[in-house]
């Protein structure tokens, strides 16, 4: 069935840049969305259709697209940011299956 | 504003029932799909079930074909899992989510639940 890779754990200090990637080989033809989940709480969009930032969210998260890798960006990293974050996608060539990657957690030094 | 509140979690032996809701509102139910996502204890997110905005195409994920069903009923903007044969292992937070596009080529999901919790033990 259809994978999508994140790295476990990603680790940076304040006002620093953290990159998240997520690859998979279908994602070249279905839109990725990126979620934050803080602890014992629900998660929340922060960038839909790859690149799109939903109304609210702060302008430091960025997402970016390649081939069959996306990766999101948060420049001037806050310590309010350490979170969970999961990439999501679909696939309907044959399963019709959602996706999500098995999630990186940020680490704010 | 926007709204959707999860009801119907608890405690069930394996091999029992359950039926989860999730009641929807400030938005036009009838005009989305919706999802069910669940989260195991300590673990990543892992997606269930998907019904279209119309209700005529329901998708299930590998680990619950045959034993969960989605349905929605408009008149009460209410989405319900069917949960039958439960097994430990889908012992888990589940969320109810609202599909943004209804589209397989851009599916995810703009708004969540605050979950409830199913916890499958003897």
């Known amino acids: 069935s259809y994978e999508l890779t994140q790295p476990p754990s990603v680790s940076v200090s304040p006002g620093q840049t953290a990159r998240i990637t997520c690859s998979g080989d279908?994602?070249?033809?279905?839109?990725v969305y990126w979620y934050q989940q803080k602890p014992g709480q629900a998660p929340v969009v922060i960038i839909y259709?790859?690149?799109e930032r939903p109304s609210g969210i702060p302008e430091r998260f960025s997402g970016s697209s390649s081939g069959t890798t996306v990766t999101l960006t948060i420049s001037g990293v806050l310590a309010e940011d350490e979170a969970d974050y999961y990439c999501q996608s679909a696939d309907s060539s044959g399963t019709h299956e959602v996706v999500f990657g098995g999630g990186t957690k940020l680490t704010v030094l | 504003q926007v709204q959707l509140v999860e009801s119907g979690g608890g405690v069930v032996q394996p091999g029992g029932s359950l039926r989860l809701s999730c009641a929807a509102s400030g938005f036009p139910f009838t005009n989305y799909g919706m999802h069910w996502v669940r989260q195991a204890p300590g673990k990543g997110l892992e997606w269930v079930a998907f019904?279209?905005?119309?209700?005529?195409?329901?998708y299930y994920g590998d680990s619950v074909k045959g034993r969960f069903t989605i349905s929605r009923d408009d008149s009460k903007n209410t989405v319900y899992l069917e949960m039958k044969t439960l097994r430990p292992d889908d012992t888990a937070v589940y969320y109810c989510?609202?599909?943004?596009?209804?589209?397989?080529?851009?599916?995810?999901?703009?708004?969540w639940g605050q979950g409830t919790m199913v916890a499958v033990s003897s």
């Open positions: 989510a609202k599909d943004r596009a209804d589209t397989w080529s851009d599916l995810g999901f703009d708004v």
């Open positions: 279908g994602l070249a033809k279905h839109y």
């Open positions: 259709k790859d690149t």
């Open positions: 019904i279209r905005y119309h209700g005529n195409n329901k």
